[in-house]
DNA sequence: GCACCCGTTGCGTTCTGTGCAACACTCATT
DNA sequence: AATGAGTGTTGCACAGAACGCAACGGGTGC
């Protein structure tokens, strides 16, 4: 929409993945070098960008206080934690936290496995969605039509022979998790992991957030792990409760 | 620099506050509101900015994913943490890493005190330059012209009357803790608040980031945690060890 | 039903961002 | 030393993009 910003926007993930110096950013940008400076320094002066001794840039440590505010004011993060780190001691497998939000789902907390073997996610990170016990834990509670039109545009990419196939699968799929009010991933993500989740619901009954937990194999095999799933239902039904505790009812 | 891009990063700070509806967003970047909502909009689509139920605007979940991947190129943080939680297994306390960046020093990590009384701080938060303990150590290592700059260009609030009063002071301070290697803030941002920290070197010797373990007075005295001195700096030692094992030697 | 408030849209003007070209600087190479 | 290629930086004229305005639409409350 802003042409200016758009391009200063567009080098943050450019240069999250590593320093860049000024010539690579302006090339990737496919703008002028002058052009590339003036967008570098307006978030310099933001605290955005840092430019480190060899004169490289890099994210600036400033998107941490930012992201940190942000998550202050996620409080089903604050409220959940605890609740993960406990499901965590309980069952020893990796648990992720993930909420819905502008089409994507992202996971927004994690407590790691304590077994060797971990499985590679990352806080902040988009899911697959079409795959993920929590995107569909998520996608379930909307209406049905936001529904078709979601599952409609997105990809349905096979990461594996069981990754979901299409918008009809998906759908279905959707149907059951509303129904059973649970989800699982068994190996559509990835051939060897697998995923049980359930939803933490709003004040209003539908979904905000879900958890899950995660682990491949080689430790337990899909139906052990679906032996947890009490436990991940009680845990998650336990961070509703709290959240409806705390939270005030919209003050408008 | 550029105005537009200027306009647009000044409202993240100002979501980071707190939900904030069009109209308030444009009244305090002082420009019309028909202005304010492209911004946002840039902003939407890039994920820095989420549309919650209520129309409002939040900062949106992307920050954390860029956060995140700042993180992961920081090193010395991924280095540090689990030096971290050792100290404070050790001694009980908060155990806070800091790093210097942009005449700021901004808290990078942090392991919460097991004791039920916590001081509180932030990661990303920048922190009090002219007396943490941390800042000290960060700074003492910079060339004289340096040190001098900042030192005049800094404010010196009183926040404590043990605050650090002014420039001269400073620098003294810093020269004194330079000597020494370590540094303490003893009620200089908090009365009830001590700190001891010890700095982590780069292959260079220089300071590249520091850490202090702070605990209130109600939980030990300032000499009880001066005990913890030489404990403090063989982790930062250990640090330094580590880090200089994985650097690899500028590669151009 | 009215008035009010908020977000949204289209548009003409103008200010801002753009790319160019020249400059300054460092670092290798000859 | 001198040359050249590779950086990052500056000033400027032009054009195009962002601006603010005014009008619209869709709620909500009186």
């Known amino acids: 929409m802003s042409q200016t910003v758009d391009r200063a926007l567009s080098i943050l993930p450019l240069l999250a993945e ?19 400076l003036r967008l570098l320094r307006t978030l310099h002066d933001h605290g955005l960008v840092y430019r480190q001794s060899d004169q490289r840039y ?63 996610s990352r806080i902040g990170k988009p899911v697959a969605i079409t795959v993920a016990a929590v995107a569909k834990l998520l996608l379930a509670d909307l209406s049905e039509p936001e529904r078709r039109a979601i599952a409609e545009r997105l990809d349905y990419p096979r990461y594996t022979p069981r990754s979901t196939p299409n918008a009809e699968a998906y759908l279905k799929e959707l149907a059951t998790v509303r129904e ?12 060897s992991i697998n995923c049980v989740g359930a939803p933490i619901r ?51």
């Open 202 to 252: 709003g004040t209003d009954g539908r979904s905000i957030a879900a958890l899950s937990v995660s682990a491949p194999n080689v430790v337990v095999t899909a139906e052990e792990l679906l032996t947890l799933l009490p436990l991940v239902r009680r845990t998650a039904e336990a961070i509703t409760r709290e959240y409806a505790g705390t939270t005030t009812p919209p003050a408008a």
């Open 58 to 120: 890099r994210l600036g440590a400033r998107l941490f206080a930012l992201a940190q505010e942000a998550a202050e004011h996620l409080d089903v993060r604050e409220i959940a934690h605890p609740h993960l780190v406990a499901l965590n001691e309980a069952c020893g497998h990796t648990v992720h936290l993930a909420i819905h939000e502008d089409n994507e789902v992202l996971y927004i907390d994690k407590v790691e496995s304590r077994y060797p073997v971990r499985m590679y």
């Open 180 to 191: 059973q009010g649970w989800a699982t991933d068994l190996g559509g993500h990835e051939e």
């Open 18 to 36: 590593g320093p860049a110096d000024l010539g690579q950013v302006a090339t990737r940008l496919d703008v002028h070098k002058s052009t590339a």
